[in-house]
């Protein structure tokens, strides 16, 4: 198994211009979300989706769009990218119920200038 | 609203010296309780859970017994190394919800 996987590793981008982050993992899990991790700041939940068809939002989630076609893909889009949303993104997944590890990704670090 | 507090870092420590991490957390309903370690570039990797009051999680050394009386979830290891320099972090989850709460992180260094 893989796990959890995200492409790129690194990305730097314009204000104003767009990308996609990939997220994918091969356990079947459920849940999958998206943090953003920035410096004092802990991680921070921006989308997280509960099965294909179903996301929701976190507490970051302005800026950011998420859609769950598939069990195993959950990719998260900045439609317009800003200097704020600079951070390293973290991609997760874990089986339902309570007691479930939550298996991360290796991050994606950002770059907005 | 759910939330977990951890002592603020950086933390410093020479080899081979006692670990204390405090966590300490507000939960509405009944959580589960989690101690993440992140390496140096990498992503999250779980160290140690506990899913009910009074039970000791353990891992590599490390060990941490949830408290409901103090609502803490303290990480503690008796002798620490280089390799444990790394950003740890307690988090919760309630039981049904689907998201879970984390704490600031607290980042270790070890000297030799």
Redesign the interface.
Known sequence: NAGVTQTPKFQVLKTGQSMTLQCAQDMNHEYMSWYRQDPGMGLRLIHYSVGAGITDQGEVPNGYNVSRSTTEDFPLRLLSAAPSQTSVYFCASRDRGAYNEQFFGPGTRLTVL | GDSVTQMEGPVTLSEEAFLTINCTYTATGYP?L?WYVQYPG?????LL?A?KADDKGSNKGFEATYRKETTSFHLEKGSVQVSDSAVY?CAL????????V????TRLTINP
């Open positions: 589960s989690f990498e992503g999250l990797q779980l859970k899913t972090f989850l309630i039981q049904g919800a689907q998201k879970l984390f704490g600031q992180g």
